[in-house]
């Protein structure tokens, strides 16, 4: 395979070290402008999808919303698979349904990744039988909050309590939060859709990790799950679970038996 990466932040370099340790590549990065610090250093980069070489397999989205909105189509169009991390965009109809149409002509696939999240496959099981109601719950110190609408909401610097700054439904939130609701995003594509799954955000001074819960109950019976999630290194505000989810994502492309 040759495997691409669309983005050089803190998700796309942990995806190319890993790429490079199974000697995967990657073989090319799609950037907006050269990124400084040597990152990804010796790795080509390109800045259109029309340069892109000939022969890719897939591309990784490492980039969010706008690198997804930006480049997705072209890249499906050309018949290359492309994998995100970047759900939350999809809570925008007008640009999923481009996606499914550009993938349609190119005859490619657009690949979801479970990012920093897990039990989706236990949502889709269940969306099957039918569901009653889905809820996700994202709790985080209120650091992980900055730059999102929680600071019109809250004092995030002298936050003693836990306190709830959105409730609506996973849509709302995904188009609200476009860089810290990824993850109700997949609850949402997975389960009972971007409308019918309710979303509450939290800013928590006691917890230390990112904390996902979801709740669901249908025609199956009920399940709640629940993961404390450690970031980056390289930044606090990127989940290490979502950018192992696109190496996992990748390994089930190429993987003779998947699960």
């Not at 397999?57 to 997705?72: I, K, P, R, T, W």
């Not at 696939?109 to 719950?137: K, M, P, W």
């Not at 004092?155 to 609200?176: K, N, Y």
């Not at 979303?199 to 799950?225: K, M």
Request: charged share 20%; net charge negative; with cysteine.
């Amino acid at each position: 395979m040759k495997i691409g990466i669309i983005g050089a932040g803190a998700i796309g370099q942990y995806v190319a070290d890993r790429l490079a340790e199974r000697e995967l590549g990657p073989h090319v990065v799609l950037v907006r402008s050269d990124p400084a610090g040597g990152v990804m250093e010796g790795v080509p980069r390109v800045r259109s999808v029309d340069d892109l070489p000939e022969g890719m397999s897939v591309m990784v989205d490492c980039a969010g919303h706008a690198g997804l909105a930006a480049h997705g189509c072209a890249i499906l169009e050309r018949g290359i698979g492309l994998i995100t991390v970047s759900l939350g965009a999809l809570a925008d109809p007008d640009l999923a349904d481009a996606l499914a149409d550009a993938a349609r002509r190119g005859r490619a696939q657009l690949h979801l990744a479970s990012g920093a999240i897990g039990a989706l496959d236990t949502l889709q099981a269940a969306r099957v039988g039918g569901l009653d109601a889905v809820t996700y719950i994202g709790r985080k110190p209120p650091l992980g909050w900055r730059g999102s609408p929680a600071e019109q909401q809250l004092d995030l610097d002298t936050l003693s309590a836990a306190a709830v700054h959105f409730e609506g439904t996973a849509r709302e939130a995904a188009i609200a939060y476009p860089k810290n609701a990824n993850v109700a995003a997949a609850v949402a594509l997975a389960g009972a859709g971007f409308d019918a799954t309710r979303v509450q955000l939290i800013a928590d001074p006691v917890v230390t990790a990112n904390i996902h819960e979801i709740h669901a109950t249908g025609a199956f019976g009920g399940f709640t799950f629940r993961i404390e999630g450690k970031t980056l290194p390289d930044n606090p505000r990127s989940s290490a679970l979502a950018a192992m989810s696109a190496i996992a994502a990748i390994e089930r492309q190429i993987a003779p038996v998947t699960i």
